[in-house]
């Protein structure tokens, strides 16, 4: 048994789940994205000034795009107001509607949705773009396929493959404070202790020990990051 303070933040199947889909990830997509920078919420990956605008967002959107080495002509990309969009005549099979956006393949295009609601804030816009461009990832050439039961968690925890898992973090689960009183909002499909743990074996498949992109993860999932750490560390140790 493991000794106090050497615990996972996950039970054994999420922990076994995530160390199986990274594996998985690396398999498929090779380990180039694994020498790629993690990206983090500073101008050296997001410079100039951000108002919340449409072209604003869009800019963000193709930001992450461009990490992601996506093909432009592949991608398109809109905003909605409310409701996601319903799937479209002619769109290809599992269309995904996440918590703030949507994704579908239409005539040989993915085409994402983000919702407007999110614009003020640029570290959502790039959770919920992380997250819709890597059902992209994912989808397009269909590495995997839609109506796996697990495509949502998988998605969420190839955003962390790919250096966005600092963003899905820190928007996994928020708390805001509006003249209504407190409001508990959740993006994605997997927890805060499953991305710090994710994130934690991210390090180590990168081969690094102290990372200075995990000290911009927020409160909480740094802290699941760092238990996941001393977990590991004992591991090796033992």
């Known amino acids: ?38 990206l983090t919420p500073t101008p050296r990956y997001f410079p100039g000034r951000y108002q919340g605008t449409p072209d604003d967002v869009l800019e963000v959107v193709d930001l992450v795009r461009a990490h992601l080495h ?23 099979a599992g269309a995904h509607n996440s918590v703030a956006g949507h994704y579908t393949i239409r005539d040989g295009v993915g085409r994402i949705a983000v919702a407007v609601e999110d614009a003020p804030d640029p570290r959502r816009v790039v959770a919920v773009a992380a997250h819709e461009l890597c059902h992209h990832k994912l989808l397009y050439r269909g590495i995997a396929a839609a109506d796996e039961p697990d495509h949502e968690p998988l998605t969420d925890l190839a955003t962390v493959f790919f250096g966005l898992g600092v963003f899905t973090a820190n928007a996994a689960f928020t708390f805001s404070q509006s003249s209504r009183g407190w409001r508990r909002r959740q993006l994605g499909y ?5 991305f710090g743990y994710a994130l934690a074996r991210l390090a180590r498949l990168r081969g690094e020990r102290d990372p200075e992109w995990a000290r911009h993860l927020e409160t909480n999932p740094r802290g699941y990051f760092k238990q996941a750490t001393r977990y590991l560390d004992k591991q090796l140790s033992s």
């Open 190 to 194: 997997i927890n805060q202790p499953m």
């Open 70 to 92: 996506i093909d432009p002509a592949e991608i398109s990309v809109a905003l909605y107001d409310g409701r996601p969009p319903p799937q479209m005549p002619g769109a290809a």
């Open 1 to 38: 048994m493991p000794l106090f303070g050497a615990r996972p933040p996950v039970e054994d199947r999420e922990r076994l789940w995530i160390e199986k889909m990274l594996t998985w990830c690396a398999d498929q997509f090779g380990l180039e994205p694994l020498a790629a920078d993690v």
